[in-house]
Nanobody, 125 residues
Framework: QVSLAESGGGLVQAGGSLRLSCAAS????????MGWFRQSPGKEREFVSA????????YYADSVKGRSTISKDNANNMVYLQMNSLKLEDTAVYYC??????????????????WGQGTQVTVSS
């Protein structure tokens, strides 16, 4: 069993930065990839970014590309999402997720097996 816990959300002004963290725990934690998704009220949960656990290949949604950086710390089972130049439309609950099956499309939330509880990010004007 894998448990994921996000932290680092909060209230930030537009143009500011936040660093989200995801701590993973489990007897043998070795996912294929880790992802970040977000969901705002009335909208479906959408892909933000993903990173493969072994090779470190990274993927970004167009909406955050160039403003966000995903990274990992394999030794400590941590994943991070650095978000810069935040916009009002970045306001959402951000979820960390683990994909264990080797899915080809890391943007698809249905391929992820484990999810955290989420952390709220609110961007104000």
């Amino acid at each position: 069993q894998v448990s994921l816990a996000e932290s680092g959300g909060g209230l930030v002004q537009a143009g500011g930065s936040l660093r989200l963290s995801c701590a993973a725990s489990g007897r043998t934690f070795s996912p294929f990839a880790m992802g970040w998704f977000r969901q705002s009220p009335g909208k479906e949960r959408e892909f933000v970014s993903a990173i493969t656990w072994k090779s470190g290949s990274t993927y970004y949604a167009d909406s955050v590309k160039g403003r966000s950086t995903i990274s990992k710390d394999n030794a400590n089972n941590m994943v991070y999402l650095q978000m810069n130049s935040l916009k009002l439309e970045d306001t959402a609950v951000y979820y960390c997720a683990a994909e264990t099956g080797g899915a080809a499309a890391l943007e698809a939330r249905y391929d992820y097996d484990y999810w955290g509880q989420g952390t709220q990010v609110t961007v104000s004007s």
